[in-house]
T-cell receptor
């Protein structure tokens, strides 16, 4: 079954404590993205990756890092989380042939 | 002007009603258009693509008006299970960022018994 998985699904942490949200896909697609979703602001792209070792900033990259060392994984790193990063995060994989985007189940992050 | 705009709703409609949503986009060179559905606290999922000639999938009809730069989604015979947020998605013209989808903020639909 084609899947995009994210871990953890829920996380409560404190300001400044580094954290990583993992994203993994078994669909063999090159293009992956991270989004955050906030009430009234919709989905906003944080970073994207067009292939291994190729990443670029989206619309709201400040405070985040990503890496793409292998095709299937695209972790999102918050080096020093702050309360304004409390949000619902989605990893997504794009099928570039059909331009369809498949989302992971989401990670609800709370930074105290 | 925002890139993709949708009426946030909520649209509260009775079962069996017909409801339509519009979505306007600002980039006239946009090439691909989609409607996604998002249930509460869940991930968005593709509902249907929007083709220039318009397309239909059961009770759902999507249309594109390039001259006026909007897409629409029509739902006929609404079911309780149609209650969700509907996101309009636009992909710009080809180029380095051509796979960067731009999402509208969504229109919330509640179908009432």
């Amino acid at each position: 079954e084609a899947q995009v998985t994210q871990n953890p699904r829920y996380l409560i942490t404190v300001t400044g404590k580094k954290l990583t949200v993992t994203c993994s896909q078994n669909m063999n697609h090159e293009y992956m993205s991270w989004y955050r979703q906030d009430p009234g602001l919709g989905l906003r792209q944080i970073y994207y990756s067009m292939n291994v070792e190729v990443t670029d900033k989206g619309d709201v990259p400040e405070g985040y890092k990503v890496s793409r060392k292998e095709k299937r994984n695209f972790p999102l790193i918050l080096e020093s989380p702050s309360p304004n990063q409390t949000s619902l995060y989605f990893c997504a994989v794009t099928d570039r042939l059909y331009n369809e985007q498949f989302f992971g189940p989401g990670t609800r992050l709370t930074v105290l | 002007r925002k890139e993709v705009e949708q009426d946030p709703g909520p649209f509260n409609v009775p079962e069996g009603a017909t409801v339509a949503f519009n979505c306007t986009y600002s980039n006239s060179a946009s090439q691909s258009f989609f409607w996604y559905r998002q249930d509460c606290r869940k991930e968005p999922k593709l509902l249907m693509s929007v083709y220039s000639s318009g397309n239909e999938d059961g009770r759902f009809t999507a249309q594109l008006n390039r001259a006026s730069q909007y897409i629409s989604l029509l739902i006929r015979d609404s079911k309780l299970s149609d209650s969700a947020t509907y996101l309009c998605v636009v992909i710009p013209a080809s180029g380095a960022g051509s796979y960067q989808l731009t999402f509208g903020k969504g229109t919330k639909l509640s179908v009432i018994p």
